[in-house]
């Protein structure tokens, strides 16, 4: 039975699911995690060359199990020094799935003789909301930066405290609050959010 009143995230990460829980939290759903769900370990192959196939993959993949909404995002660095990589492949660049630590070691390995001028890069976030009846809405986000010789700050996760904005400071060194302002993930639920507050007018009109 289609359920149109719960909205699973596709992720394990507690750190994604909190930004996107706060960006959600004002519509008349129950949002729950992929956990909270009961597919902790449920695992989707992201087999995708875009972040926007993943992201589709994995919201098929959860949504065969739950039958509800589900909203999965896709995302990573490309830097352009290194012609567009780690890309899909920023969760395990290192060969190791989710280990922020080995994979900020490796790109800056990867980057030890680029300059900072050739240091640009961008963050990327593509999510896809797919409804029970196959509906799909889909977003993009994308963050300008550069990739710094060391890492800094204490917020964040994957490679926030490499990745350094044009005022100087890295994703790693904003409160919650800025980051989401303007980081590619909150780009990406902004753009979300305005296309289901479009779904539910449809719905009370109808």
């Given at each position: 039975?289609?359920?149109?009143?719960?909205?699973?995230?596709?992720?394990?990460?507690?750190?994604?699911?909190?930004?996107?829980?706060?960006?959600?939290?004002?519509?008349?759903?129950?949002?729950?995690?992929?956990?909270?769900?009961?597919?902790?370990?449920?695992?989707?192959?992201?087999?995708?060359?875009?972040?926007?196939?993943?992201?589709?993959?994995?919201?098929?993949?959860?949504?065969?199990?739950?039958?509800?909404?589900?909203?999965?995002?896709?995302?990573?660095?490309?830097?352009?020094?290194?012609?567009?990589?780690?890309?899909?492949?920023?969760?395990?660049?290192?060969?190791?799935?989710?280990?922020?630590?080995?994979?900020?070691?490796?790109?800056?390995?990867?980057?030890?003789?680029?300059?900072?001028?050739?240091?640009?890069?961008?963050?990327?976030?593509?999510?896809?909301?797919?409804?029970?009846?196959?509906?799909?809405?889909?977003?993009?986000?994308?963050?300008?930066?550069?990739?710094?010789?060391?890492?800094?700050?204490?917020?964040?996760?994957?490679?926030d405290p490499l990745f350094k904005l044009?005022?100087?400071?890295?994703?790693?060194?904003?409160?919650?609050?800025?980051?989401?302002?303007?980081?590619?993930?909150?780009?990406?639920?902004?753009?979300?959010?305005?296309?289901?507050?479009?779904?539910?007018?449809?719905?009370?009109?109808?």
């Open positions: 039975m289609e359920d149109t009143k719960t909205l699973v995230i596709a992720t394990g990460n507690p750190n994604k699911l909190k930004e996107i829980q706060s960006l959600l939290k004002d519509f008349p759903i129950t949002i729950k995690s992929k956990d909270e769900a009961g597919l902790k370990s449920v695992e989707i192959e992201e087999t995708g060359t875009t972040f926007e196939e993943n992201a589709l993959l994995k919201a098929k993949g959860i949504q065969q199990y739950t039958g509800t909404m589900v909203l999965a995002d896709d995302s990573g660095i490309a830097v352009d020094a290194l012609e567009g990589a780690p890309g899909v492949y920023s969760a395990r660049y290192a060969g190791e799935e989710g280990n922020d630590q080995k994979n900020n070691e490796k790109l800056l390995e990867a980057l030890k003789e680029v300059p900072m001028e050739e240091r640009g890069a961008v963050f990327v976030c593509a999510i896809v909301l797919l409804f029970p009846d196959g509906r799909v809405l889909k977003a993009r986000g994308v963050t300008r930066g550069r990739v710094g010789f060391e890492k800094k700050g204490q917020g964040g996760f994957g490679y044009p005022d100087g400071k890295t994703m790693a060194e904003l409160t919650a609050k800025e980051k989401n302002a303007i980081s590619h993930r909150g780009k990406a639920l902004r753009k979300i959010k305005e296309l289901l507050e479009e779904e539910f007018a449809k719905e009370i009109k109808e």
